[in-house]
């Protein structure tokens, strides 16, 4: 089993910066993905930054594309199961309750749909007031 833990949530300022960070316990051989998504109170989960354990090759959602870093914590190859989320030039609509997501992507067209993923986090809440 895989747990994931999330932490740095809080709020800040229209502008101001964040950063979450996630690491996740258990079997690291039954993921290649550490992602993140997040969920607005009546809208779906939108994921947005994922990471693959391989080449730390990074995706992110256009609503977040240069203004959010995602990393691993460590670079070596034994040791990735955590991950620093940077959020930058935050804006009100990044608020929300943030999920750290691990799970075995195999295509591409996988990465963004969330029954790929099989353990969540509990989730960690992102305020941004204007």
């Known amino acids: 089993q895989v747990q994931p833990v999330e932490s740095g949530g809080g709020s800040v300022e229209a502008g101001g910066s964040l950063t979450l960070s996630c690491t996740a316990s258990?079997?690291?051989?039954?993921?290649?993905?550490m992602s993140w998504w997040r969920q607005v109170p009546g809208k779906e989960r939108e994921g947005i930054a994922a990471i693959y354990k391989s080449d730390d090759d990074t995706f992110y959602a256009d609503s977040v594309k240069g203004r959010f870093a995602l990393s691993f914590a460590s670079s070596q190859q034994n040791t990735k199961n955590s991950v620093n989320l940077q959020m930058n030039r935050l804006k009100p609509e990044d608020s929300g309750m943030y999920y750290c997501?691990?799970?075995?992507?195999?295509?591409?067209?996988?990465?963004?749909?969330?029954?790929?993923?099989?353990?969540w986090g509990q989730g960690t809440q992102v305020t941004v007031s204007s």
């Open positions: 997501v691990t799970g075995w992507v195999t295509l591409l067209s996988e990465l963004w749909d969330a029954s790929t993923y099989k353990w």
């Open positions: 258990g079997d690291d051989w039954r993921y290649n993905v």
